[in-house]
């Protein structure tokens, strides 16, 4: 399903340089949920954001279903990402001024095209889906920490993602929350969709059909 082989990178600023990945490699099978564990400081969020395609490695080769997307333009990045890949992150980075519905349906909001019925009707299937029928037209602001992150997952499917990349989406939230969005993920899984998910908690991270550890920017 995807491949990453050998992704190096380096961050330069104000003279200094800090080399974060040196040869990192993950393969993800289709339906396959991996986790990705490792100390603060390790590499997990750069080379989570390298899979996703937003952010680009300096060296090595990023395989989606057999084809090497290492060297696609940016716009042709940002269209298999729009299309394939969803990403969910910590803080759910929904806009406050627009209700669950239409955060949902930002993915469709890039052109000059007006959301269609048949968009609104995913949107709100969508929503059901992560346990929100109802609550379409509340802002974000009046629903809880765990809603607002299932809002995001929400937003994530409206597009019939293959992948799910997902950064520490339990990091923000309760023991009984961060419980009810694993679950959530487990039955996303059990749909079809390949997860791969960055995590501080051992115990989540377990639950993983395989999880991996970073070391030093390699996968140990
Ligand atoms: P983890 O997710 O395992 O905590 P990160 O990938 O966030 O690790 O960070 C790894 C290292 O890369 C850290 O030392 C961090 O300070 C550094 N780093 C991350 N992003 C940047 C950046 N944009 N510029 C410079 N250094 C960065």
């Given at each position: 399903?995807?491949?990453?082989?050998?992704i190096?990178?380096?961050?330069?600023?104000?003279?200094?340089?800090?080399?974060?990945?040196?040869?990192?490699?993950?393969?993800?099978?289709?339906?396959?949920?991996?986790?990705?564990v490792?100390?603060?400081?390790?590499?997990?969020?750069t080379?989570?954001?390298?899979?996703?395609?937003?952010?680009?490695?300096?060296?090595?080769?990023?395989?989606?279903?057999?084809?090497?997307?290492?060297?696609?333009?940016?716009?042709?990045?940002?269209?298999?990402?729009?299309?394939?890949?969803?990403?969910?992150?910590?803080?759910?980075?929904?806009?406050?001024?627009?209700?669950?519905?239409?955060?949902?349906?930002?993915?469709?909001?890039?052109?000059?095209?007006?959301v269609?019925?048949?968009?609104?009707?995913?949107?709100?299937?969508?929503?059901?889906?992560?346990?929100?029928?109802?609550?379409?037209?509340?802002?974000?602001?009046?629903?809880?920490g765990?809603e607002?992150?299932?809002?995001?997952?929400?937003?994530?499917?409206?597009k019939?993602?293959?992948?799910?990349?997902?950064?520490?989406?339990?990091?923000?939230?309760?023991?009984?929350?961060?419980?009810s969005?694993?679950?959530?993920?487990?039955?996303?899984?059990?749909?079809?969709?390949?997860?791969?998910?960055?995590?501080h908690?051992?115990?989540?991270?377990?639950?993983?059909?395989?999880?991996v550890?970073?070391?030093?920017?390699?996968?140990?």
């Open positions: 399903m995807f491949e990453a082989r050998n190096t990178k380096t961050f330069r600023s104000e003279g200094l340089e800090s080399r974060v990945l040196c040869g990192a490699d993950l393969t993800v099978e289709p339906g396959e949920f991996v986790s990705i490792g100390r603060s400081g390790s590499g997990k969020t080379f989570l954001n390298i899979l996703s395609t937003l952010l680009a490695p300096d060296g090595g080769e990023l395989l989606y279903r057999g084809e090497d997307v290492t060297n696609f333009s940016r716009a042709r990045l940002n269209e298999l990402r729009s299309r394939d890949f969803a990403v969910i992150f910590q803080f759910h980075h929904l806009l406050p001024y627009l209700s669950a519905r239409e955060n949902v349906l930002l993915p469709y909001m890039q052109g000059v095209r007006p269609t019925a048949e968009q609104r009707k995913r949107a709100d299937a969508c929503l059901e889906r992560v346990g929100l029928s109802g609550k379409g037209d509340k802002l974000p602001g009046h629903l809880s765990g607002q992150q299932r809002v995001a997952i929400a937003r994530a499917l409206v019939e993602s293959a992948l799910l990349f997902a950064d520490e989406p339990t990091g923000n939230l309760d023991k009984a929350t961060g419980e969005i694993m679950e959530l993920l487990g039955d996303l899984k059990g749909d079809g969709l390949s997860i791969v998910m960055v995590t908690d051992g115990e989540y991270a377990a639950r993983a059909d395989r999880m550890t970073m070391v030093e920017g390699r996968v140990a």
